[in-house]
């Protein structure tokens, strides 16, 4: 039974009891590069919140690497030391915790705001400056030297957004909630931008009719002829992303995604061509009725990690976890060390226990 606990760097560092935290645990996925975010610190001695501005590389960022790069990480502010994830897993290893590398990869604003053209756009021209696309080489490029940079020094490497994102971002006074149906979603996740409708093309595919034919179809929500087209033209990005990030690794490597081919975000659709490239999935399992996801993703015979949180209401996780491990998880990745308050906190060890005994 895998068990993983999800933590920031600054979590660690000026803690000295954080540790503990991870008790029952044999790894940390520890973030090293990571999208902007405003988080909580309830437990930490010295402070209550953390706020990243933009998306960060907790490594050093190495000018020889990134050199002639308009696509580069930068290093944050906010922390003490430009190898922030380095020292942190220092404390960790001490303590006998295994550190994974937690790596976000197409999730930077700061990017897709800088360079409007690499990032994700729907069939109306509303472009998604969170979200870079994958069918762009520049940006499978950064991907590739991101994971690498990220990855040095790591027991494994956990790749989040090894994909494309798509309508749905938890941004700053989001105001989108149910404002489409799940199809509509759908459609305007579909990435429209030049390299898309050039493969597309390549697809036999007219881009003006598929634009035109997508816009139709978000305002009835109804289907479009050439969906699994788009659906391929995706993958197709997104099996050259991952097989790219994965020739730098040399440690193994566990992938956030989904079952369901059509899903956009931290956790991309899996692709036929997903499997023995990668050491286990990392499978979203918040909701407590999730287990027919993790059923779904065990089918294809990799080794699934349901990924939990004790952030939600506390009733009913233990049950929650041995469902996921019924279910054919055979590990959990927990979240969040850091995140979670001293109330919580017990509930990391409590799922934990009830996973192994499940």
């Known amino acids: 039974m895998r068990l993983t606990g999800h933590a920031y760097p600054w979590d660690v560092l000026g803690d000295p009891v954080f540790p503990a935290r991870a008790e029952g645990l044999e790894t940390v996925a520890l973030a090293a590069a990571y999208h902007s975010i405003r ?128 309508l749905t971002h938890g941004s700053h006074h989001e105001k989108t909630d149910n404002a489409w149906t799940a199809t509509a979603q759908r459609w305007l996740s579909v990435c429209c931008c030049e390299k898309c409708q050039k493969a597309w093309s390549a697809r036999g595919l007219d881009p003006v009719w598929v634009l035109s034919t997508l816009r139709e179809a978000v305002r009835t929500s109804s289907d479009v002829p050439f969906a699994e087209e788009l659906l391929a033209t995706r993958h197709a990005a997104t099996d050259l992303l991952r097989a790219e990030v994965l020739a730098g690794l040399t440690v193994p490597v566990v992938l956030h995604a989904h079952p369901d081919p059509w ?49 939600q209401s506390a009733d009913g996780l233990t049950d929650h976890a041995e469902r996921v491990v019924a279910a054919g998880a055979s590990g959990l990745a927990i979240y969040h060390l850091g995140l979670a308050s001293a109330a919580r906190q017990p509930l990391i060890t409590e799922m934990a226990t009830a996973a192994r005994s499940a």
Do not use: I, M
Not at 132 to 152: F, G, I, M, N
Not at 282 to 291: L, M, N
């Open 39 to 166: 988080a909580a610190t309830p437990l930490h001695p010295k402070h209550q919140l953390v706020t990243a501005p933009y998306a960060a590389l907790y490594r050093p960022v190495r000018a020889h690497v990134w050199q002639d790069r308009r696509l580069r990480p930068k290093e944050p502010t906010w922390t003490s030391t430009s190898d922030s994830w380095g020292r942190a897993a220092e404390v960790l290893r001490a303590a006998g915790l295994r550190v994974s590398a937690w790596v976000v990869l197409t999730h930077n604003t700061r990017l897709g705001t800088e360079f409007p053209a690499v990032a994700v756009v729907n069939c109306f021209g509303d472009r998604y400056p969170y979200a870079l696309c994958p069918s762009h080489e520049e940006v499978r490029e950064y991907a590739a030297t991101l994971a690498v940079e990220a990855a040095d020094g790591a027991d494994e490497v956990s790749l989040e957004a090894c994909g494309q994102l798509g």
């Open 263 to 311: 899903v956009t975000g931290a956790s991309p659709g899996l692709t036929p061509a997903t499997g023995e490239d990668v050491s286990a999935l990392v499978v979203p399992a918040w909701p407590t009725d999730s287990a027919p996801v993790v059923a779904a993703a065990a089918e294809t015979g990799r080794p699934v990690d349901a990924y939990v949180t004790v952030l």
